[in-house]
């Protein structure tokens, strides 16, 4: 069982930064694709951002530019830098790890990102 746990979330003034933090339990990084997702309110979880274990990276065209996935496996540990932050990316943000050896996925708690104007 991986557990998993973000961090990093808050309050951001329109233009601001965040980084996100989602910490697994264990070293699962190096064989598993690490998604973020977001979920603001009356809305459905939305793609954001991947890192697979060759890291490649892939975004969602809404963050492309602005936002930055990257892992350090000796942390377990994978980031979500984010940039010039915008009111409508006030959400909830979850992390998802997919272990490619039995392709189960694992999800964090969410982290809440609000974004003012």
């Known amino acids: 069982q991986v557990r998993l746990v973000e961090s990093g979330g808050g309050l951001v003034q329109a233009g601001g930064s965040l980084r996100l933090s989602c910490a697994a339990s264990g070293s699962i990084f190096s064989v598993a694709t690490v998604n973020w997702y977001r979920q603001a309110p009356g809305e459905q979880r939305g793609f954001i951002a991947s890192i697979t274990s060759g890291d490649s990276t892939d975004y969602a065209d809404s963050v492309k530019g602005r936002f930055t996935i990257s892992r350090d496996t000796a942390k377990n540990t994978v980031y979500l830098q984010m940039n010039n932050l915008k009111p409508e990316d006030t959400a909830v943000y979850y992390c998802?790890?997919?272990?490619?050896?039995?392709?189960?996925?694992?999800w964090g708690q969410g982290t809440q990102v609000t974004v003012s104007s």
């Open positions: 998802e790890v997919v272990d490619h050896r039995t392709l189960k996925d694992y």
